[in-house]
Each structure stands twice: as structure tokens, then as C-alpha cells.
């Protein structure tokens, strides 16, 4: 079955950097639009960085200048570079990827992987 798998999360403290990774596997068609979505505690799901399979990106205002998204498609894989990280970006992130299986495409989510900033 396909599935997002996620990779790189971990404890950094503040003004460090980490590098997220997602990788799709499975029986896949295609690979339309990937992102990175984070919810802290206590707070809605938001979106962090979008990259469409044209390479076109999109970014919160609040990682702009810091996080940059890109893609290895050949590898069916999104990377998250996060760079002066700060404690307000603690959250756990999810991969999010729309992925052809079949006929259509079908959003999936990576389990997520906790992101802990220390000030």
C-alpha cells in the first residue's frame, strides 16, 4: 500500500537547524503537489510550505526567509530545510503529498514527526 514516511525531526536548540524528510512508496502513478503542515499544542493544523510538481513554492509568513522546501522527484521525496529555528516552531510536522494511485489523486499524510525547539 502507499504510505508518507517521515524522517529528521528531533530536539535542537533555538537558532539551530534540522532537515525533515518525506519519502512515498508504494504503487505510484504520480506525484502532484507535496507539503509540510505542523499543529503545536493547543493549535490548528497549518500549513507550512507547499512545492507543486512544477517545482513552485509557497510559504508561510512565519518561516519565511528560514525554511525552504524542495524536491527530488525521481525519488518521490519533499525535504524541509529549516534553518534559525526558533521555540515557536515546535510542533509535530506532517508530510502531506497528493499521490496517484489510480484513476485519481488522492490526498495522504505521513505520520508525523515531533520538532522541539529549546530556548
Known amino acids: 500500500q502507499v504510505q508518507l514516511v517521515e524522517s529528521g525531526g528531533g530536539l535542537v536548540q533555538s537558532g539551530g537547524s534540522l532537515r525533515l524528510s518525506c519519502t512515498a512508496s508504494?504503487?505510484?502513478?504520480?506525484?502532484?503537489?507535496m507539503a509540510w503542515y505542523r499543529q503545536a499544542p493547543g493549535k490548528q493544523r497549518e500549513m507550512v510550505a507547499t512545492i507543486g510538481s512544477d517545482k513552485s513554492t509557497n510559504y508561510a509568513d512565519s518561516v519565511k526567509g528560514r525554511f525552504t522546501i524542495s524536491r527530488d522527484s525521481a525519488k518521490n521525496t519533499v525535504l524541509l530545510q529549516m534553518n534559525n529555528l526558533e521555540p515557536e516552531d515546535t510542533a509535530v510536522y506532517y508530510c502531506n503529498a497528493d499521490l496517484r494511485t489510480s484513476l485519481l489523486f488522492l490526498t495522504y499524510w505521513g505520520q508525523g514527526t515531533q520538532v522541539t525547539v529549546s530556548s
Open positions: 508504494g504503487r505510484i502513478f504520480g506525484i502532484n503537489t
